[in-house]
């Protein structure tokens, strides 16, 4: 009588990669982000530029001094 305990099975799973392709996608993502928010047009109050688009209203109220009535 013959045994079957001769012989080896080896079994590699390697998986297929999708991990790597959304870390890489997640991560031109954040940069993508990161420029349009820090350099590019959302870059809104926290640019780095001194430049003046004229969006800025200076108004000066001047209210008049009013006595209190007399009783």
Known sequence: MTTDHDHEVIVENRGSGIGAI???????ALIAGFWYFAFGPGQGTFGGGATNNGTDINVNVELPSVEPAAS
């Open 22 to 28: 959304l870390g890489i996608i997640v991560i031109v």
